[in-house]
């Protein structure tokens, strides 16, 4: 009984997934009492793994604010108006009229939220979004969730069983954490460099395939806005008898199929980096969401019809969470119809104006990982130390951009991130360019391949 009283879970002295050191348990207790929670320091270790992003947010404007008021793409935060380049509506569809005026009609209809688990009951508009997204992507199925955390924390533990999950070594953390749920489920998480298929193809020789396999990767990444070689991903699921498993969250409404008569080098109709590449649903379950391009609270996975069914009595979030708001599953419908009718050339819009915000970071010979064009602009200091000064900065000259602090990103990539809307106008990308000439001249911003130190 007393061994019981003083026993604390055991973990792994090696972990394989790279967890902080703040993340065991902690020594016994040196009087040999209990540990308790108001006092073992539990709270102050986890803070400790977070330092620079936790001083950040109390002290930084750009960081948990809160937004006073919204004119366009202009914010307002206290009495100081900025230009927002933090959002992620890269089509500008929570400003677009159209779809804001299709939200009373479905309210009048259908009441504010329907509070049925989508197990007990849907509205009618579930599935007629999911038939349009199915043609829109061109899969067999899709399924609709609430958001893409709920899909990782859900989804990955089913697919991968007691098998292996083969994880990007920079995988998004929402993906991180599902695979962690896996791995409480008995899966077995290996790391493989990131986007690096050839690794990975060598760690799938080490394992066996009689147990389940999977392979989760970002699509577009939400920090470089690049996308792997998803023809050489697929071609490795097939040999090896794996599932391809892919979060496009921000590739989704942005880039799609090719076609002779495309717009701009994002292709037509926003329907994934797979469709973009010209990958086929084999052997692949693509995971993305509305909440950046359409702007709406809701998120889906595109899938075989088999699998669909499945979800719907082993994945959580259909059986017991309570779905997305009319109001979104509204703006949702809306703007289907708007990517139809409009999409395309929206697309080429803020191909526009992101291919103008590049022009200037090469011309000022500044550094971006993005090499894809699309509207993910992550630029990094040179020392990680000055990422508070610079981001007052910012903020001081009217522009607000994401903070990539660490450990949100390694420190030798600390900086910001810019995100173009369709919704920014030429005049705002002609501010922001200015301000990071004059940015460029005040810190020391990693210098493009080339570039000449000023």
């Not at 933090?86 to 159209?98: K, P």
């Not at 533990?157 to 749920?181: C, E, W």
Request: proline share 6%; with cysteine; aromatic share 8%.
């Amino acid at each position: 009984m007393d061994e019981l009283a003083h026993a604390r879970p055991r973990r792994r002295l090696t972990d394989r997934l790279g967890r902080r050191i703040s993340d065991a348990p902690p020594e016994p207790s040196p009087n040999g009492k209990p540990r308790r929670r108001q006092v073992d320091g539990w709270l102050d270790r986890w803070m400790a793994t977070v330092q620079d992003l936790n001083r950040l947010k109390d002290s930084h404007p750009m960081l948990d604010a809160t937004i006073d008021e919204q004119i366009g793409r202009k914010i307002r935060i206290g009495e100081q108006w900025l230009t927002d380049w933090a959002s992620c509506n890269y089509l500008g569809f929570d400003l677009d009229e159209e779809i804001i005026a299709a939200v009373p009609d479905y309210l009048a209809k259908w009441g504010t939220h329907p509070s049925w688990s989508r197990l007990l009951g849907n509205p009618r508009l579930y599935p007629e979004i999911e038939e349009q997204v199915t043609e829109l992507m061109g899969s067999e199925d899709v399924l609709l969730l609430p958001t893409i955390t709920h899909i990782h924390m859900s989804v990955i533990p089913v697919l991968v069983g007691d098998g292996t999950l083969f994880l990007d070594g920079r995988a998004h953390k929402t993906i991180y954490d599902g695979a962690m749920v896996a791995a409480g489920h008995g899966a077995n998480v290996v790391r493989f460099r990131h986007e690096d298929p050839a690794h990975l193809e060598e760690l799938l020789r080490t394992t066996s395939p009689a147990a389940p396999r999977l392979i989760a990767i970002d699509g577009v990444n939400s920090m470089t806005g690049n996308a792997p070689d998803f023809a050489e991903f697929s071609r490795i699921a097939n040999d090896y008898d794996c599932l391809l498993y892919v979060d496009d969250a921000h590739g989704f409404g942005v880039v799609g199929e090719r076609s002779p008569d495309e717009p701009c080098a994002y292709g037509v109709k926003g329907n994934s980096v797979l469709r973009h590449q010209g990958v086929s649903y084999d052997s692949a379950v693509l995971v993305a969401g509305f909440s950046k391009s359409y702007s709406s609270l809701l998120a889906f996975l595109a899938l075989p019809t088999k699998l669909k069914n499945a979800l719907k009595v082993l994945a959580p979030p259909y059986l017991y969470s309570g779905p997305s708001p009319i109001a979104s599953l509204a703006t949702t419908l809306a703007g289907l119809q708007v990517n139809r009718t409009r999409g395309d050339a929206i697309r080429a819009d803020l191909a526009r104006k992101t291919d103008r915000l590049l022009g200037a970071l090469h011309e000022l010979g500044i550094h971006t990982p993005n090499e894809s064009g699309y509207p993910i602009i992550e630029i990094p200091l040179a020392h990680h130390e000055e990422i508070d000064e610079m981001g007052r900065y910012l903020f001081e000259h009217g522009q607000y951009a994401t903070m990539a602090a660490y450990p949100l990103v390694p420190k030798n990539e600390v900086g910001f991130r810019i995100q173009v809307t369709a919704a920014n106008t030429d005049e705002q990308i002609d501010e922001l360019i200015a301000v990071l000439r004059s940015l460029h001249d005040h810190f020391q911003l990693e210098q493009a391949v080339g570039a000449s130190q000023s």
